[in-house]
């Protein structure tokens, strides 16, 4: 992050561009397409868990590995120092180069360079560092620092690296791609003979062997490892793997993952010290631990050390589109840049981009070290609340009030009345109310704007269940019925569709009236006291109800009950066999529906077909692995879906995101997902989250009234009433 302004400013003005927002989003397309391509006829699921399986041994055995390493590397001729942090790792390089007297030092990519910063630490002892990997050159000539892992000059555009280089060429070199390529290569071959000293990083420190890996699409790492003179190692610890099988095993998802190639241009593997012209040269291996080894001892984040740095979790992030890589993070950015920050930086570096998160975990989906980049991340937002706190709105509203149950709802009923007075109908919805403009600080252009915001319910679900008549005589099995805030006080409507739907397949719905807020939002603040409060809470509720399946209607809730509810009370014997129970008891309505009742196979009689597109919730798609099962039923209840681009990319609601946190960021967001709804060109979107809905129908609403924004379960009912 930039030191010179807060945050929010790096925020405002990363939003203020919106030709980077663009250049990325367009970038994401394509790498999905090529990713996809590149995986074809590959089994992903099988191929990281094998990754995250080496990793974690490389983890347990990494002292014994480590050691082999230094053996069989000084064995080879090469020259191993470990450094505890990055000021030892820079101070031996520099006490090296005043050795041979260097004043030049030709440098691969190299991260780790970047977390040292290596470069401003050779300048002040008139060394200079040569940067040859073109996106490197770039952002070198510019000032700047990277903004994605892989592709350090993603954020530039070939105008800015025109002017760039014509300022540094002293002559004006065209913006076109082929022009400035060959100028590099021109101007950076120099380098390479001139340099005293050639420093790499290192993909890969090969246990078995001593020597390292090298995975590049650039010729840059070949050249400075073998025409200098010395060649110097540059490289993190956790780089160990067991023997070069490994490291080949990675190679295979490391180019497909990062940029969606089947194989990039350059993989290298290097031995001791090896000349151009295949003699001995020196060869200094600089292994750094500068926090990972307190990762390692982390059992909450340790995982995070498997990551191979395929940068694919900022290829996919909505957040990372939107603002870039100079914002969502430090050095190392997006979701795993998080977490490294925390431990490499100190938590006080990474306590504002905890924040930044929006919680899609699209990240995870993609990760080829199956690394649950979202639950680390909660983990640390909540140790920065332990220190900095959460601010005094999620205070109020988490700890005095949402663990009251009683209180909590009490206030709920007292504010759909209080509201009337800032709310009005609905001019494309009639039945419902919207809120006209917000009090205070909230009527900031970053809430009602772009928006329209929905009331809350004047009676919500848990007043109207028990007038709701169930004509089910035999019921096949009853279901406990998990409704979620959303539903609950502000779309009570789905609620209701959902029984109708579940009595017309002949199975009861019960309500248990001492359930409560499933906990999220609390977690996703850093306040895992009340989280864990609130889980004991419906673990008790649908323990008592003694049913035989327990259906959410908001994939989040879902979550809490199958993961969070399991997680938070494992140590808690009085508890934690209760919540794995219900944990196995617990699926989304839709997944239910077809694959307990066999739903859409008798729906088919129902032909009237109107066509509709689907938004897949984050929650649903990648936290349940549902999203084949409410399509099924909505074509087999006569709606053809129009497909829109990039169905499962977040809306931007993210709960308490798109109000305290990030609106600004959430706005753009949403922006892009209604832009995709009115490209596919039908009237109405489907979902199966109530989150979804508050953002897309009020975003929706405002940019096109004429599309209706409706659960999957209305639909549904719907359908079955006309029958």
């Known amino acids: 992050m930039a030191t010179d302004m807060t945050y929010k400013q790096s925020v405002d003005i990363a939003i203020g561009n919106p030709k980077l927002s663009k250049a990325l989003h367009l970038f994401g397309d394509a790498y999905l397409i090529a990713r996809e391509n590149a995986f074809r006829g590959l089994n992903f699921e099988e191929m990281r868990t094998e990754l995250a399986a080496i990793k974690d041994e490389v983890r347990v055995r990494r002292k014994e590995l480590l050691a082999d390493f230094i053996k069989n590397a000084e064995a080879a001729g090469s ?67 990277p903004s994605h892992m892989v592709m350090p000059a993603i954020h530039m555009f070939k105008e800015e690296v025109s002017e760039l280089f014509s300022k540094e060429a002293g002559k004006h070199l065209p913006a076109e791609i082929k022009a400035l390529v060959d100028h590099a290569r021109e101007r950076l071959r120099k380098e390479y003979f001139n340099a005293d000293i050639g420093l790499t990083g290192a993909n890969f420190l090969i246990a078995e062997t001593g020597g390292i890996g090298l995975v590049t699409n650039e010729g840059n790492a070949r050249l400075c490892a073998t025409l200098p003179k010395v060649h110097v190692v540059f490289a993190g610890i956790h780089k160990l793997v067991r023997n070069i099988e490994d490291a080949i095993k990675i190679t295979q998802l490391l180019p497909r993952n990062a940029t969606g190639q089947l194989l990039t241009s350059y993989v290298t593997w290097i ?227 959902l029984t109708k739907v579940l009595n017309s397949f002949n199975v009861e719905a019960v309500f248990p009236k001492t359930q409560n807020c499933c906990g999220i939002p609390a977690l996703y603040a850093g306040d895992t006291e009340t989280g864990e409060f609130l889980a004991k809470q419906n673990v008790e509720a649908f323990t008592e109800a003694q049913v035989d399946y327990i259906l959410c209607i908001c994939p989040t809730c879902t979550m809490a009950v199958k993961r969070d509810f399991v997680n938070r009370l494992a140590d808690q014997p009085q508890w934690a066999a209760k919540a794995v129970a219900l944990s196995l008891k617990t699926m989304d309505a839709s997944a239910f529906l077809e694959n307990v009742l066999g739903a859409s196979a008798k729906m088919r009689a129902v032909r009237s077909v109107k066509e509709i597109t689907y938004h897949d919730s984050c929650h649903l798609k990648r936290g349940s692995n549902v999203w084949t099962e409410p399509r099924a039923l909505l074509e087999s209840s006569g709606h053809r879906i129009a497909e829109m681009k990039n169905s499962d990319r977040c809306c931007g609601f993210g709960g308490t995101y798109s109000f305290l946190s990030h609106p600004q960021i959430s706005k753009q967001i949403t922006r892009d997902k209604v832009e995709t709804i009115q490209a596919t060109g039908v009237k109405t979107v489907a979902t199966d989250c109530p989150g979804c809905m508050i953002m897309l129908k009020g975003a929706v609403g405002k940019a096109d009234p004429t599309i209706r924004c409706v659960h999957t379960m209305e639909l549904l009912a719907e359908t079955l009433e006309q029958k």
Request: a positive charge.
């Open 271 to 497: 031995r001791g010290g090896v000349s151009a012209d295949g003699g001995q040269k020196e060869q200094h291996i600089v292994l750094i631990d500068g926090g990972r080894e307190a990762l390692y001892e982390s059992k909450a984040c340790q995982d995070a050390l498997r990551c191979i740095q395929c940068g694919a979790c900022a290829n996919v992030c909505p957040v990372y589109q939107t603002v870039g890589g100079h914002v969502f993070g430090s050095i190392y950015i997006s979701a795993i840049g998080i977490i490294l920050t925390a431990f490499y930086e100190g938590l006080d570096k990474a306590k504002e981009i905890t924040r930044a998160c929006i919680g899609c975990r699209s990240c995870v989906a993609v990760c080829p070290a199956k690394i649950d980049l979202e639950e680390i991340i909660l983990h640390l937002r909540n140790e920065v609340t332990k220190i900095y706190g959460m601010g005094a709105i999620k205070n109020v509203a988490f700890k005095a009030v949402m663990k009251n149950r009683s209180l909590f709802h009490s206030m709920v009923r007292a504010a759909s009345k209080l509201q009337r007075p800032v709310t009005e109908k609905n001019a494309d919805d009639p039945g419902r109310r919207i809120i006209r403009h917000l009090p205070l600080h909230f009527m900031s252009r970053d809430y009602t704007e772009w928006r329209n915001l929905p009331a809350i319910a004047e009676k919500p679900f848990r007043d109207q269940f028990d007038s709701i008549v169930q004509k089910v005589d035999k019921p096949i099995c009853r279901v406990g019925f998990f409704v979620g805030c959303g539903a609950d006080f502000v779309y009570p409507e789905v609620g209701v569709s």
């Open 79 to 145: 020259k191993v120092f470990i450094a505890k942090d990055t000021k030892e790792a820079n101070e031996y390089v520099i006490r090296l180069a005043k050795e041979k007297k260097a004043t030049l030092i030709a440098k691969s990519k190299s991260m780790v360079s970047e977390e040292a910063h290596l470069n401003k630490a050779l300048a002040e002892h008139g060394i200079r560092a040569a940067e040859t990997d073109l996106g490197e050159w770039i952002i070198q000539l510019a000032g700047q620092r």
